[in-house]
């Protein structure tokens, strides 16, 4: 079989493949292809600027940060963000597309402004311990995280900034056992949680939740109050005029 024929079969196969599925399945696919674009421009702008040897950063330290003492019991729900994000969004994409398209407009307005500030103010830390003060499973755990995450480029601190974009989404979306308030709740103290998270392992200063929430609240006015969403004139008029208006 020649390569022609080879990749021909592959992508047609894979076209057929999608094909097959069920039309709601088919236009949420659709519908995520933009934020999944997104999601591979800044895993990549961030590794690039995660790898660039800069000759001059500035230290991101307060006073508070000092008083924050080291719990390695906070990287549990550190760890647990990545699902957390994921999982809700992927959800309201399922249940209720007004609501994923405001958090997938909020999550891309800070992480894009994350990685200008990380371009144009290179930052790092110095919040670590040099040494773990106890040794157990989720010491280990803080250790292998700081190996393979750099205390650099810290701020605004993604983990809080997303964390508020699915807590603010939580209590905007009425869509499945989304509805119910014990939920809703559960949401919020999840989010609270890696909040804190991020400050109790030392992988950011306090400022950079400060910022991180700053942030979020201008994130909020343009999301949630003027109504800038990005989506497009055919999807908004589907989902209806009105849903978008606030």
């Not at 994350?114 to 040494?131: A, D, K, M, Q």
């Not at 773990?132 to 605004?156: F, G, H, I």
């Not at 989304?178 to 103290?189: F, G, I």
Request: proline share 4%; hydrophobic share 50%; net charge positive.
């Amino acid at each position: 079989m020649n390569k022609k024929s080879l990749f021909g079969s592959g992508f047609g196969g894979g076209a057929k493949a999608v094909q097959s599925f069920p039309p709601v399945i088919r236009d949420k696919m659709r519908t995520a292809v933009p934020m999944a674009l997104y999601m591979i421009f800044y895993c990549v702008t961030f590794l690039l600027i995660e790898n660039w040897n800069r000759l001059h950063y500035m230290v991101i330290h307060t006073t508070v940060d000092d008083r924050i003492p080291f719990c390695e019991w906070f990287v549990i729900p550190y760890l647990l963000w990545f699902g957390y994000v994921c999982s809700f969004t992927l959800y309201v994409l399922m249940r209720d597309e007004k609501c994923y398209h405001e958090v997938c407009t909020f999550l891309a307005i800070g992480m894009t402004v994350f990685l200008v500030v990380s371009i144009f103010f290179p930052n790092i830390l110095y919040l670590r311990p040099e040494t773990m003060p106890r040794d157990n499973v989720l010491t280990y755990l803080c250790s292998r995280l700081y190996a393979v995450d750099t205390p650099t480029n810290v701020t605004p601190s993604i983990h809080v900034y997303n964390s508020f974009a699915i807590m603010i989404g939580a209590w905007h979306t009425d869509a499945g056992i989304l509805r119910k308030l014990w939920v809703k709740t559960a949401v919020t103290a999840q989010g609270i949680l890696i909040i804190l998270a991020t400050m109790f392992i030392k992988q950011h200063s306090f400022s950079d939740v400060v910022i991180a929430t700053g942030l979020s609240l201008v994130s909020y006015i343009l999301v949630y109050r003027l109504g800038f969403v990005a989506v497009n004139r055919r999807k908004r008029q589907r989902i209806g005029r009105s849903v978008f208006e606030h």
